[in-house]
């Protein structure tokens, strides 16, 4: 928002939408504006109404149809300094900020605070997992405020904020400590949950929550609770979708090529995300297809050891 606004001037004004992963269609036409349409850090979308996009997930194409429309954009020009995709970087705000910077001359330095935790939330750069779970940093709870949030209006709300503000100043407003209450009371459930549930074989963690519905839980628990664990596959519900989280364990002592690429196992079944971390999201009623799922990825990622 604030590299559109400071250096593409084209908008009177900016309006937001989230976007989910979900089983089905993940984009509704209708949703997009007449004017310009941007859609950051998910899936490709061709269609005419987006003018901009941008991402850094391996898994950002539905479809080798979508690939090859992005690429020949590219190759003719048509939205090549409109459409941006490169795996290599850690969180999609650090790509925004480089392209806007390099491409257009935006002035990065007021949003040094932003970018530098935005890499270290996407990319699970804790320096432990003590960091991760107790959260004391005002990004953490930031993000937990985020993720958990179910009042639609939260997130359009925290966007221009965060364009200005501190970190903790965007913590401190009144809308967001109302929330932050209940949700660290919420937060250690998770965590006595996951405790009660978690079992850990052949450097696995399973866990399924599915009886008690959630809209989120910290990423990190499992590891906090079982550190020598390298990965971890979960099986938890929500209002919208019943999702597989499959996750390596960020402080693993083994190497990189010894690591199983998560993404590429999680495309096999409609999902996707990093190497590092992906997910699969079924219908609410399919549990038990998602259930066979978690059996075939445990398997296999206890087979690579």
Same mark, same amino acid.
């Given at each position: ?93 650090? @790509? =925004?900020?480089?392209? &806007?910077? *390099?491409?257009? $001359?935006?002035? #990065? ?83 006595? @949950? =996951?405790?009660?549930? &978690?079992? *850990?074989?052949? $450097?696995?963690? #399973? ?90 990825? *445990? ?7």
């Amino acid at each position: 928002m604030r590299f559109h606004r400071e250096c593409v001037r084209t908008a009177q004004k900016f309006s937001f939408h989230g976007l989910v992963h979900r089983a089905g269609a993940l984009f509704d036409e209708g949703a997009f504006v007449d004017g310009e349409n941007a859609i950051v850090d998910f899936k490709y979308f061709a269609s005419p109404k987006v003018t901009w996009w941008f991402d850094h997930h391996q898994s950002a194409f539905l479809s080798a149809d979508d690939q090859k429309n992005f690429e020949a954009g590219q190759t003719d020009g048509s939205h090549r300094m409109r459409k941006f995709f490169n795996p290599n970087y850690v969180s999609c705000t650090s @790509l =925004i900020a480089d392209t &806007a910077r *390099v491409n257009f $001359g935006f002035d #990065t330095a007021p949003l040094l605070e932003l970018i530098k935790w935005a890499d270290i939330v996407d990319g699970a750069r804790y320096e432990s997992a003590k960091a991760a779970v107790e959260m004391a940093a005002p990004a953490m709870k930031l993000t937990m405020v985020i993720e958990s949030a179910s009042d639609n209006n939260l997130v359009p709300r925290l966007i221009p904020l965060l364009t200005e503000m501190s970190l903790q100043q965007v913590l401190e407003q009144g809308f967001v400590q109302v929330l932050l209450g209940p949700l660290m009371e919420r937060h250690w459930a998770a965590l006595d @949950l =996951i405790k009660q549930r &978690a079992v *850990v074989e052949g $450097g696995v963690i #399973t866990f399924d929550i599915t009886d008690q519905p959630t809209e989120g839980y910290n990423k990190f628990i499992p590891y906090y609770l079982y550190p020598e664990a390298t990965y971890n596959v979960g099986l938890s519900k929500s209002s919208f979708r019943t999702k597989v989280s499959v996750g390596t364990n960020p402080w693993t002592k083994k190497a990189p090529s010894e690591l199983v690429n998560l993404a590429a196992i999680c495309e096999r079944y409609g999902g996707g995300g990093h190497a590092r971390v992906g997910a699969i999201s079924f219908p609410p009623d399919r549990e038990d297809e998602a259930r066979k799922a978690v059996g075939e990825i *445990v398997a296999e990622l206890r087979r690579a050891g």
